[in-house]
């Protein structure tokens, strides 16, 4: 259940209840692809880092060790350990981007496995029923990701088509959660808006989905090589359409600077492999702008990374440390400075909910925008 | 300074003092090649698996990030936030092992660098000054590893030139100790003992190290493919001859039967990769043998891989999700193993010690040499 505590024109001051905890928005999600972060980090290092939910991929766990080993184990929150809440995609976007040799019908997709080439069959009703082997907090609805650009008519099929997979996703949803022995009977569903860069898809897709009541809606199929102000206008077509009362998701955004723009225009809940991924070839965010770690100047500079920044890398050690790590290869540079940026990340969207609950929104985006993307 | 506590027969119970803390022994000391333990481990972790002493290596971190690097950012504790006890070896091993093209004279081993081929020039004057700049708390003497098998006379030979170097590494260190700006004035210098597999040579060149009165003793060149029994019937000619009242280290060793075998012998220091390598390809250490975490029949099984463990692996994570973590090719898998494996070791030499106070190291030897080293 969403509440919506405040707003500041768009912006939204929320918080999401599950049966995991309360989510507190804007919130932004970490990704632990196949039940794990990448840089060694675990469920208790995410806490640590101030992380509020968990995201783990379908696509990689049902490969990978099976959902079925993973519902035998007691379902993610024990075979991890995280104790939050965790969301799980559905599989599609990883189906129509990693998967190889895939053919799309009514039913759904077959495709090859990227680890073994094995074929595998996932339609709505499979996403669902491996998302509820996994037990996760929240599944996503299954979806069809069209690749950027696409053509007008087969962007509108996309979309028909998807919608017609949200209905079926909320009947074995809805099958699912009453039947014996389902690791989470109180799983939630989300769906997803799509239609390419197309406004008039966009919105006429979200009306369309707003009526089915869901737990949650996002905004899929974005951030995936459309000019950056093309996203922010999609964005703003969308949101206005989106039920107040609901949570709203960008799937896969973004930059410090994507996400206060989707936090101005009404977006309350983000993932992006961006803070892992940037910060194991050592792009560091900071709050005086991005380091990279890699910079022959920081050879003997024992500052830590950000002196304004608390967490227990910058608490410990300095750059001249981090850099020496990361140049020899050491596995230890990937965790300390994926921490920081995953503590980064948390403690900035925390930020937002201050300035927002301050009412003072708009001056801190203005503040930090730029700022935040400079590299120093 | 070391203390001799207690003995049970030529088992000794002791504790070494240094001016970074004490070392209760018989102890294990934890490799951190390049100032970082493998497994994405932090100085904060290993405090945590019950480590006393950290091991760096001279070699390596002389040629990355290079050892003045290290002085300018206060020493190897400021550098990787350990506070304990840290022993650097003295480059020997690694020059005679991965460095390539290498020519040995009386001043010392000229050698191309295993990193960028650069000709590099160490004898013991420059190994004694790259440690001081690490600022250790134990400096190793500069000797030669001789490959096994050797010759006889190439064996004494060498011999006798280590133990000039070893003058040279007093002297030296006397120097360093006393100049302005040294890292840590009160560095402690141990010499090693050598002679291949030649008892009356090791029986030797022992007799005439002991003479110089350094900190410690350690014994080089075993474990490197003779026979087990031959490295246990060395460590039996050289103790005996090793002064009672000086820490004896026993260098690369081993396996828990190893330790339990030359702790018997009277032996109070181990080092070795083995905990940390075995553990990143699945190999785990337990009280009741040897775990493969790799096999097929944990795929399902959330047990810890020691029930009667108590580390912080054993304590949240069940074996089927460390498996599926190592499967994935997870970083988060050589963190958690290696973690389980080191916390073994250090609390295994715990024991060792319990075992000697209370004067049941024979029985203990008796009941953990064989079941240690079975594979379950």
Not at 122 to 141: C, D, H
Not at 268 to 281: G, I, K, Q, T
Not at 349 to 373: H, P, V, W, Y
Request: aromatic share 8%; net charge neutral; charged share 25%.
């Amino acid at each position: 259940m969403f509440e919506l505590l405040k707003t500041e024109k768009s912006a939204r001051r929320g918080k999401f209840v599950t049966n995991r905890g309360i989510v507190q928005t804007p919130a932004f999600m970490n990704v632990a692809t196949a039940a794990a972060i990448k840089g060694a980090l675990s469920a208790q290092d995410l806490k640590q880092a101030g992380c509020q939910v968990m995201l783990c991929n379908t696509y990689h766990l049902h490969v990978r060790p099976g959902d079925t080993v993973v519902k035998d184990c007691g379902g993610l929150h024990t075979f991890t350990a995280w104790d939050g809440p965790i969301l799980t995609d559905s599989g599609g976007f990883q189906v129509f981007s990693l998967a190889q040799l895939r053919h799309i019908r009514e039913e759904g997709v077959t495709f090859a496995s990227h680890i073994d080439g094995k074929r595998i069959f996932m339609g709505p009703e499979e996403s669902m029923q491996i998302q509820s082997n996994l037990g996760s907090t929240i599944a996503m609805a299954f979806d069809e990701c069209v690749e950027n650009p696409a053509q007008y008519g087969y962007a509108k099929e996309s979309c028909e088509r998807t919608t017609r997979w949200l209905i079926r996703c909320k009947a074995e949803m809805a099958r699912l959660n009453a039947a014996p022995g389902t690791v989470n009977p109180e799983q939630l569903l989300f769906g997803i808006n799509q239609g390419c860069t197309y406004a008039d898809l966009r919105r006429d897709h979200m009306k369309r989905i707003a009526e089915l009541e869901l737990d949650g809606y996002a905004i899929g199929g974005l951030a995936v090589g459309e000019p950056t102000q093309v996203m922010y206008d999609i964005i703003e077509q969308v949101t206005p359409l989106m039920p107040t009362g609901k949570i709203r998701y960008l799937m896969g955004v973004g930059t410090p600077a994507n996400i206060l723009n989707a936090v101005e225009r009404g977006v309350d809940l983000f993932d992006c492999v961006m803070p892992s991924r940037n910060a194991r070839h050592g792009h560091l965010f900071t709050s005086h702008g991005i380091v990279n770690i890699n910079n022959q100047k920081y050879e003997r500079d024992m500052s830590p990374i950000d002196d304004a920044c608390g967490c227990p890398v910058c608490r410990q050690y300095g750059k001249a440390y981090l850099r020496h790590l990361l140049k020899s290869g050491e596995m230890l540079s990937q965790r300390l400075l994926v921490m920081h940026n995953l503590w980064f990340y948390n403690h900035f969207m925390e930020e937002i909910r201050t300035a927002l609950d301050q009412n003072r929104f708009a001056d801190f985006k203005r503040e930090k925008e730029k700022k935040l993307s400079t590299r120093i």
